[in-house]
């Protein structure tokens, strides 16, 4: 694929992570071509794995639901050949762990976990994951509030303050 | 006692701003989505307003010199000379203003003596005309068109000179049209002003809300930089507008003599102000130019929208507004706000609050979120259907 395409297509991806819900049309307009293109376009991210997946971002707090979410550091030991990456196989593949990031630093492995609450999580670390071969330790730190998540401030939003009409 | 007498002929003279009577219809509206607003839809990027917190934190409260903040006067004339090549002495050629509005007061007020005419392009920025008037002057319309693409042109300048005629006032990239000038046609203004020897007041505030090519600064040009007072801000292109903070660069002698009525009337800008127009300055270049990015995607949006209406629509090359004709739906330009106002609940202005030459043609801005902007092209569109048969 050529470079022009590549640059297109990552700039389809900015409005995308900016607002979802546009139609093929208002994204054709914005990036001056035709709407078939950003159908293309879409088909080819995804199929790529490029556009992974669009869910919202919810505040969960704010709708009732009080779930519980915890930052995990997690020293492990590296095994022959497969480095961290099976241990991390192992451990993405539970459904309450909702990220996991390979660290620099102190630690090797950052997994966020959710449950409903307290004990649940604190059940699945130490069930689940402190016993997976190659965990040397883990920390647990719970979340205690949530400000800003994927770039989006949760609960202060800066009101458009303008007047309606001005020169 | 009529009071209302008692006020000096020169202020009753100008009439109200065509936009203030628009805006008081809106304004007791609801669920409006506008296309009204004159300003950016961002607020100022993080880093400037923290800057300002932090330049309170330290006690940053007090006057500054009438002419600014030295270093703020250095970023300026710095960024002029980096991007323009045209290069000003912060010490003695700049100064900091509270808006470009009160940089345009000055220097009509600076040069202006009563009876002296000024050739004013229209469709133009709302406060050109009356700006010239309470200094004094008289303004001069001069038309100007779709079919040249809203430019004015040496023809329709030298058709209105007059032996009064000592300044020319022009505002490229262009509110409401949202025109730009290029580089060539610049020149022919240029020699214009140099063969009737104007002084040109160049008002550069969307200068870097240029989406086709470069934009040309007019004091850039050759022998022009002496002859004119060159305006902008930080308004538009920083999300600044509530901040109020422009600045005014010219020949010493101008500037001076500006700086004699500022010092008088304004003292100096706000320094809180002034402090983040430096953080702009020195740092803001990647967000600005993410703004501008933003806007020039929804630029394509709203002309492809609106010629989709069968409207025609002027492809603006500059500033946040598209300026498409109405003339086709058979209604006059106020009609056209005020009828889609109360059918389909958008604001947009009507093209002659920018002077009489912009009736027929409606302003919107699009500076707003691109989900208000489809919803507001649907609505348009529907209203605009019945009416275009």
Same mark, same amino acid.
């Given at each position: 694929m050529n470079d022009k395409a590549v640059a297109a297509k990552q700039e389809l991806l900015k409005l995308l992570d900016q607002?979802?819900?546009?139609?093929h049309d208002q994204l054709a307009h914005q990036l001056s071509v035709k709407p078939e293109q950003i159908a293309q376009w879409m088909k080819e991210l995804e199929e790529d794995r490029i556009l992974v997946k669009c869910q919202p971002i919810i505040n969960w707090e704010k709708a009732g639901l009080d779930d519980v979410s915890a930052l995990i550091e997690v020293r492990i030991t590296p095994q022959r050949e497969v480095g961290f990456d099976a241990i991390a196989a192992r451990i993405y593949r539970f459904p309450e762990v909702r990220s996991l990031y390979l660290m620099s630093g102190a630690y090797d492995l950052a997994v966020t976990v959710e449950g409903t609450n307290l004990k649940e999580v604190a059940q699945f670390v130490s069930t689940k994951l402190a016993t997976i071969d190659g965990v040397v330790s883990t920390t647990t730190h719970f979340v205690l509030k949530k400000y800003k998540e994927e770039g989006v401030i949760i609960d202060d939003e800066e009101a458009d303050r303008r007047l309606l009409v001005t020169p | 006692m009529n009071w209302a007498e008692r006020v000096s002929p020169l202020v009753r003279s100008i009439p109200p701003s065509g936009i203030r009577r628009f805006f008081d219809i809106v304004a007791e509206m609801k669920g409006v989505i506008s296309l009204g607003v004159g300003e950016p839809d961002f607020v100022t990027p993080w880093h400037i307003r923290e800057s300002c917190v932090h330049g309170l934190q330290r006690g940053y409260t007090s006057y500054t010199s009438n002419y600014g903040l030295l270093e703020l006067r250095e970023e300026i004339t710095q960024m002029i000379e980096t991007d323009y090549g045209v290069s000003y002495n912060p010490k003695c050629e700049a100064l900091v203003t509270v808006g470009v509005s009160e940089a345009l007061d000055l220097a009509m007020r600076a040069i202006l003596s009563p009876g002296d005419e000024v050739l004013v392009p229209e469709p133009c920025y709302v406060s050109y005309k009356a700006c010239v008037t309470l200094a004094g002057g008289v303004p001069v319309s001069v038309c100007c068109t779709r079919e040249h693409e809203f430019r004015v042109t040496v023809d329709q300048l030298a058709a209105s000179l007059t032996p009064r005629t000592k300044a020319l006032l022009i505002g490229y990239p262009?509110?409401? %049209?949202g025109a730009v000038m290029p580089r060539e046609q610049l020149a022919t203004i240029a020699q214009f002003a140099d063969e009737h020897d104007l002084i040109v007041i160049s008002d550069e505030i969307y200068a870097n809300l240029t989406y086709d090519g470069e934009h040309t600064c007019f004091s850039a040009l050759p022998g022009m930089r002496d002859r004119t007072i060159l305006l902008n801000g930080f308004s538009k292109a920083y999300a600044m507008t509530g901040w109020r903070i422009g600045y005014a660069l010219g020949n010493e002698d101008f500037i001076a003599a500006m700086t004699k009525i500022h010092q008088f %009337?304004?003292?100096?800008?706000p320094i809180t102000a002034q402090i983040a127009a430096i953080e702009a300055l020195k740092q803001g270049r990647p967000s600005r130019e993410r703004m501008v990015a933003e806007y020039d995607k929804r630029r394509r949006l709203m002309v492809e929208g609106f010629r989709n209406m069968g409207l025609d629509c002027f492809e603006p090359k500059g500033a946040f507004y598209v300026f498409p004709s109405i003339q086709n739906t058979g209604l006059t330009s106020l009609e056209f706000a005020e009828k889609l106002l109360q059918a389909e609940k958008v604001a947009l202005v009507p093209g002659d609050a920018f002077g009489a030459c912009g009736e027929g043609y409606v302003r919107c801005s699009y500076a707003a979120s691109s989900k208000n902007l489809a919803e507001a092209l649907d609505r348009i569109g529907r209203f605009v259907k019945p009416l275009l048969k």
């Open positions: 607002d979802y819900n546009q139609t | 262009n509110n409401p %049209t %009337t304004m003292l100096c800008a």
